[in-house]
Structure formats: C-alpha cells, structure tokens
C-alpha cells in the first residue's frame, strides 16, 4: 500500500490513484503533449492547464542511484542498507521517478532497464512501488 | 556614478557543533562582534539585510532592531535564502546605500542545525513534491541528494573517488592552519578511503559539517569606512543567478543534472561589475556543501571546463600556498557549516591580510560563492588601497 500523505495537492492525485490500480502515471499536457515532473498547476512548457495523467508501460533505466548506508530520519535506521535511484521511461521523456530498487547494489549500472514492482513482499519503503532489475519481475 | 561600499567590520562565533546558546544569542554575539570590529555603536546601523527565509524565521530583523535600539533603521532587505542570501547580501546592502535609502547596514546569518532535531534535514519539508514522492522512499538526507548528482557525474566524465577525494584533502589542510577550525584531524587518501559510507559514492570526508553559529558584517560607504578602525573591504562586485526550476525539482528533474546555470549567471554578473576576470581571483571561497557539488561550481563559474574539476584542483593547486587556494579556512567540509556565511567573513580576513598561518600572499581580489540551488550568488571583494 501506498503512503502517501494524507494531505497532498490536487496536481498530485493521479499519481497515487494509477498505484492504487498497480499501474505508473505521469502528468501530460493535452495542449503540447509533453509530460512535465514533478505535478505543477499548469504545463511548465507551455502554461496550458488541460493536463491529463498518461499512463506508461513502466519499464525504465536507471539515470543514476545510491545506496544510503545512514539514517537521516531515524525511521529508516532499520532498513539500511537501502537503494534509492532516479528513474527514466522511454514513455515519458522529461520524467525522473525517484523509487528504490530491490536489488544487490554491485549489480547495478546507470542506465540498466528496470521493472515497477507493486507488492508489499519487495517494498522498501512505503511508496507503494519499488523496482527490480528488469527480469527478476 | 555609483557610490563604492565596503565592509567594514565582521563577526562571527566560533565554529562549534553544538553551541550552549540559542541562535539569537549566537546572533547577539556575532553583531556585538562585528560592531566592535568596526567600531561602530549599534545606533549607527540604519539598515538590515538577510536572506529571506532562515533568518525571518529565527532571528527576524525587528528582534534584532529592538534588542540593540537601532532607533534610526530605514532600510529593510532580505534577498534568496541561506547561502545565496549571505553572499548577495551586499548587493541589497549596496543598492540601499546608491539609492540614498540607508548608510550603514548590517548584514547577519545563521543556523542553531547542530543541535535542532531534525538538524539540515529538516529544511526540505517546506516542499510539497519531495514531501509526497520522495520521503516515503528514503530519500530525506542531502547526502542522498548530491550522491545522485555524483554517481552521475562519474559516468558521464569518468570522474573516480581520487576527484572527489583531491577537493576534501585540500581543504581539510587549510582548515589545519586555522585553530577555530572543527575538524582538526589530517586526511590524506588512505584516510579519505577509509571514510564512512554515507550515501555512496559519497563518504562522511565528502560532506560538510553540521554547526550551529552566526556571522555577521557591516557594509558602509567610502565616506563613512575612512573613519572606521578597520581597513575597509571593498565590494567590487555581486551577483545573483538562478534557473527556471522549483524547489521540489532541484535534484532530480533537471534536463542536465550536472550544470549549475546560476553559478554562471551570477559569476558573469559580478565580474561585469567588477571589470575582472576570473584569472583576477587571487583565492576562492566556494560553496562547498559536498566535494561534488564545489567541483560542479567550479567548472559552472568558469573555471574550467565541464568534468574537469578534478585534474583542474590537483594540477592548479587548491591549498592555500596553491595557484587558486580555495576555501582558505577548510570551508563547509572542514571549517563549519554556517552555509557560507563564514566564506564572506574569511574572505575579508584574508584581504586585511589577518589569516595567520593560512594567509594567502599578495591576496588582492578573493570571490565567494553561494548555493542555494536554484539560486546562485557570487561577491568579489577586493583588498584595502
Ligand atoms: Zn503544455
């Protein structure tokens, strides 16, 4: 399950919304037809506000990770070590998705193709998705 | 013509972990310290610039006016926030003091982030999007953030530990030449190898410290600082970049990640002024938040092209006997983490030729810059005729 505050914008509804149906959604402007992240009021490319949520197919690569060995919040004290890495999808150019990824960190390499995963038996954290490397799904 | 400013008197409170005062005490002792360095009674001081969102929120310019009297303040700025603040302060202080608008100004900033609970953590709640997408990953420290950028970095110039490494060495042995310093411990490579893992690649030798402390100066005109019982500073230049990107989006949606627009902007901008060039610049004081992201604002002002950070600060030299020392006292990652206010303060001991041990010869133009991304700051000081 997702963790998402229990107060967040409206832009930033159909994120969480395409979790809840295990799917990845992005904000695409209707006017440009270029997506934009995070969510804004309006397009940032082009100032339209008709903005629709486009789901992906959710396959992506990694752009660049880290695995956080402290705690900054002491809530995470007890899943350290952890990954965190920056996503990118051939469907949604412009997006980076920040998520953990299940995985031996020596495996991975920038660029590498990553699968979404949506069930609770891999997450790290409460995001309500994590990625593995593409054919472990 | 414009009038010249100058700063004529500095502050600050030794470089600490966790102080036993509060942060208005800090501040107290800071302004104290920089109004006897000028010699200048508090009722002197007829404006007040900070950044404008740490300072309003701890140690607000009206509690500042009311604690010292300043009966005759008719100037109020504030610009930014944390270190762009401080460092573009002078360019606030500066226009007041063209326009008429206010004479002798006091320019203050801090943070009590050693002994606050959440410490720097804290400070990214105020936007919506990491809140949202990025807490419930983990994703909370700026370590994580700016370990991103230097994975990234790697890849893309092929840029090795012994890069980030070079910055930190060089740093940690000025801050050795200079007693106030808070890390008093040699680093050479193996020590830098054997570092803790923070958030890899980064290591705690590649990260700043955590202080609580104040610093504070006062900026004045020519007329004024001739009478004062420092030798002035003069503000040759001050500039202030940024790029069309939000808060919540910094650290990870930028198209290119590893430019910082604004450090260009702001660089050209006070050069401009100054009618300097960067081969000018005797020593720099650099942001120097992490070991990356002062080797990326190195090559964003100019200094050196893009992925050549690391060749340019071993071959050049960054020591304070170097070709272009940097961060003379230790900066960020050995000094204290005051968030550069302490780079302004050094800058002018260097060019009053008082940095003992850690002077620079012959220092005639010093640059400091701050970060606060997206926002960029950079001031150029020059030596007293
Ligand atoms: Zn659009």
Redesign the pocket.
């Known amino acids: 399950m997702s963790d998402a505050p229990s107060t967040i914008a409206p832009e930033f509804a159909g994120f969480f919304a395409a979790l809840q149906e295990r799917a990845l959604a992005f904000p695409c ?1 209707d ?2 037809a ?1 997506f934009h992240w995070y969510p804004m009021k309006a ?1 940032p ?2 100032r ?1 506000s008709v903005i629709s949520w486009r789901r992906i197919a959710g396959t992506g690569s990694l752009y660049s990770w880290t695995t956080v060995r402290h705690a900054f919040d002491p809530a995470w004290r007890d899943r350290l070590p952890y990954i965190v890495a920056l996503v990118e999808f051939p469907d949604a150019p412009g997006v980076r998705l920040i998520a953990n990824v299940a995985a031996d960190p020596e495996s991975l390499a920038i660029g590498m193709a990553v699968t979404p995963c949506f069930d609770d038996g891999v997450a790290i954290g409460k995001s309500g998705v994590t990625f593995v490397p593409a054919g472990n799904a | 013509m414009t009038k010249q400013a100058f700063i004529v008197g500095v502050g600050e409170t030794p470089p600490t972990r966790r102080s036993s005062k509060d942060i208005r005490a800090l501040a107290i002792d800071a302004i104290d310290a920089a109004l006897a360095d000028a010699g200048l009674p508090p009722t002197a001081i007829d404006g007040i610039v900070t950044d404008g969102l740490i300072m309003p929120n701890t140690v607000p310019h009206e509690y500042v006016t009311a604690q010292y009297g300043m009966d005759k303040r008719r100037f109020d700025g504030s610009i930014s926030y944390g270190g762009t603040g401080i460092v573009c302060a002078p360019m606030i202080a500066k226009a007041a003091i063209d326009a008429g608008l206010a004479e002798t100004v006091l320019c203050y900033f801090g943070v009590d982030w050693g002994t606050r609970a959440s410490g720097p953590y804290g400070f990214h709640d105020l936007y919506p999007a990491k809140l949202a997408f990025e807490k419930p990953v983990g994703f909370n420290g700026q370590p994580s953030y700016f370990a991103l950028w230097a994975r990234r970095y790697m890849h893309e110039f092929g840029a090795t530990e012994e890069d980030l490494a070079a910055i930190a060495i060089a740093q940690r042995s000025n801050a050795l030449r200079n007693p106030r310093s808070q890390v008093k411990k040699p680093l050479d490579l193996e020590a830098y190898r054997a570092s803790r893992m923070i958030s890899d690649p980064l290591r705690a030798a590649d990260c700043c410290v955590i202080s609580d402390g104040v610093c504070a100066f006062i900026v004045t005109t020519g007329e004024r600082a001739r009478d004062l019982r420092q030798k002035p500073v003069k503000i040759m230049g001050c500039g202030f970049g940024t790029e069309p990107v939000s808060g919540d989006d910094i650290f990870t949606q930028r198209a290119d990640l590893l430019r910082i627009p604004g450090a260009a902007a702001a660089a050209q901008q006070a050069l401009r002024q100054a009618d300097l060039t960067l081969g000018d610049v005797d020593f720099a004081e650099i942001y120097d938040c992490f070991t990356i992201s002062c080797l990326m604002q190195i090559e964003s002002m100019g200094f050196c092209g893009p992925g050549e950070a690391g060749p340019f600060v071993r071959e050049r030299g960054t020591t304070v006997d170097g070709r272009l020392p940097i961060n003379t006292h230790g900066g960020l990652l050995s000094y204290s983490y005051l968030l550069g206010a302490e780079h302004v303060i050094e800058a002018v001991r260097q060019l009053r030729g008082e940095a003992g041990a850690a002077q620079v010869a012959d220092a005639q133009v010093g640059l400091v810059s701050g970060l606060s991304v997206p926002d960029y700051g950079v001031l150029l000081l020059g030596r007293p005729t």
């Open positions: 402007c006017t440009c270029r397009c490319h082009c339209s």
